[in-house]
């Protein structure tokens, strides 16, 4: 049985969406991996435990990031400013040039590690992550991020068309790699597990597609992919499926729509209405990528009209369309898309969405309890919920004059990097440390 102990310093966390729960000195209590609660004062029960003093910190939950592509991390800050800025010169010049040495496993060794080191020192605890379509790269990458104590879906990427050279897989080779990588990391670890991961529709054959549905349902693991992230990628995906109505219906017909396992999307854009109500009424997870499609698409997804719907709606950094694994960074990118969004609507006379701004209190619901539901109850504080939780010392970003909580998290988005991390906690059990660095071994 784990240890019964608290944490003790100023806490912020969102139990709903529309506002934070705050308390300047309070104690969070950890019993069996579970959120007790936060007390203000430390109940009697709990007198003898032992308490972890952070008093000055601010005590939030761990982050978790939707999306990303673990293999871009190795160019992140590139290709956002190429000459010609189109997805055909990016990929070219980057993704996919990028992508091709994972065959190597001692470079997959050298870049997975950089990142997995550079993610235990954010804010983030749990992530869903793109690998590349090398299963042994894959499975080191789930290894990796084990050894970290960080929680993790991984995917190997299936892609048997449109693609680069060393970067297309025959239908035949994609599933056979698919099934042996499902076979040899399906329950092997405790926090870190396998999500089928076609890189969306134009990349996979229907043969490959219905292949990873009837691997989905074997295996009993949810599905990631792309959705709706640009005008010229859905006209594509019409002139592949000339039968369907809507981009997420290419998904549908193989069962990839939350209806057998849960999904999770990434962008959702430029979702029509059929598609944004199955996106609501479906066990789908979306996740906004603020950073990139500002970056790409110049617009973000109608978020709050997405979460006022039903959606359930979470944070991703999209690395590296996305530039920073800092997920307080994309927090407040994510406010920003939504103003470029509501100045947009306010001057082409779109009423609905009229007003489409997100708070701060909104943007981290997103980063914490939005994004954790994919996992159950994880990313708040409240009683039952996963002890995932960070401490920041955000002593280096403050001035002269005292500051209420809310004024911390408003900085430590703002100005805050993972200079700020002093410990962070999975689950109960602390994987960093600033002063040894729990985890990185």
Known sequence: MSETFALRGAIAHTPTFERFELFPDAYLICRDEKVVGV?????????????????????????????????????????????????????????????????DLEYAQRAYGRLV???????????????????????????????????????????????????????????????????????????????????????????????????MKE???????????????????????????????????FDMMGTVQPTLMAHCIFSNQ????????????????????????????????????????????DVSGGHTLNLMQVMLQAIVASKVRWAYCERTGKADEKRDVLTLANAFYLATKGGGSFWGKVGSFEPGYAFDAVVLDDSRIADECPRSVYERVERLACLGDDRETVEKYVNGTLVYSKSNCVGEG
Request: charged content about 25%; hydrophobic content about 35%.
């Open 39 to 103: 007390f203000e004062h430390l109940p009697e029960e709990y007198r003898g435990i032992r308490v972890i003093d952070r008093s000055g910190c601010v005590i939030i939950p761990g982050m978790i990031d939707l999306h990303q592509h673990a293999p871009q991390y190795a160019f992140r800050g590139l290709g956002q400013n190429i000459e010609k800025p189109d997805w055909d010169s990016w990929f070219d010049l980057y993704a996919f040039s990028e992508e091709k040495r994972y065959q």
């Open 219 to 253: 295996f009993g693991v949810p599905v990631q992919s792309h959705l709706s992230e640009g005008l010229d990628e859905i006209a594509w995906v019409h002139q592949l499926m000339p039968d369907i109505s809507f981009y997420g219906q290419g998904y549908d017909r």
């Open 274 to 317: 059929e598609e944004f109500d199955m996106l609501c009424s479906r066990n789908i997870t979306i996740a906004h990528c603020p950073d990139a499609n500002l970056n790409y698409s110049g617009t973000a997804a109608p978020i709050l009209k997405y979460v006022r719907s039903g959606a359930k709606v979470g944070l991703g950094s």
């Open 117 to 215: 080191s550079d993610l235990l020192k954010s804010t983030t605890t749990r992530i869903c992550t793109f690998a590349t379509i090398h299963r042994p790269a894959t499975e080191l990458l789930m290894e990796l991020l084990h050894r970290s104590g960080l929680c993790a879906y991984v995917g190997k990427v299936n892609m048997d068309r449109n693609s680069a050279e060393g970067l297309l897989e025959t239908t035949e080779e994609s599933l056979e790699e698919t099934r042996r990588w499902l076979q040899n990391s399906v329950g092997r670890y405790p926090h870190v597990k396998p999500i089928i991961t076609p890189r969306y529709i134009p990349s996979c054959t229907d043969e490959v597609m219905e292949g990873l549905s009837a691997l």
